[in-house]
Every structure is written in C-alpha cells, then in structure tokens.
C-alpha cells in the first residue's frame, strides 16, 4: 500500500558562500531604519506532494530529488520536513 506525503524543503547557501542578495536585502532594511537587523542569508522553498511505500522510501527519493535538481550540493544545504497526508476513508452505503 502506498502513502501519499507532504515535503517542505528548505534549500540554503552553505554559509562558506557569499549571499550577495542576503547583503541587498540587509543594506535595505538599514536604510529603512532597521539597524538591529543582521546576517540576513536568502534561500528557497519548496514544498511538494509524493507517493511511496512508507517514509523511508520518501525520504531516500526527497534526498536525491534535493541534490539531483532543487539544490547545488556545492554552494547549498538542504532539509526538509516530512508529514504523512491522511488518507480518507470513504464508506459504501448499500
């Protein structure tokens, strides 16, 4: 029996990388008047739906689909959440 999953995945820049647009951001807020702002990094979010045997098997498919496509292994990080989707039970009536 399969189990449908809900995946969050939150990629980031491994913190050895420059974060130019985390700097822009950052320098922003300073002008607006936001001076205890500070090490703002940008990253993205993804957030998916899959099918697999058990949660196991979803999350070995998550890794490798977070360091095939959604993430450069060499400048970001990855993590993600896993929660399992309720199935509904529906009921026949005669």
Do not use: W
């Not at 300073?30 to 993804?46: C, F, S």
């Amino acid at each position: 029996m399969t189990q449908k999953y809900l995946a969050q995945i939150y990629v980031t820049l491994r913190p050895s990388v420059l974060d130019p647009a985390g700097t822009a951001v950052q320098s922003g807020l300073q002008h607006m008047g936001y001076d205890n702002v500070e090490g703002v990094r940008i990253g993205k979010y993804v957030e998916l739906t899959l099918t697999a045997a058990g949660e196991s098997q979803a999350r070995e498919q998550l890794d490798r689909v977070c360091d095939q496509l959604l993430a450069n292994p060499v400048i970001e990080n990855y993590r993600f959440d896993l929660t399992e989707i309720p199935v509904a039970v529906e009921t026949a009536t005669a």
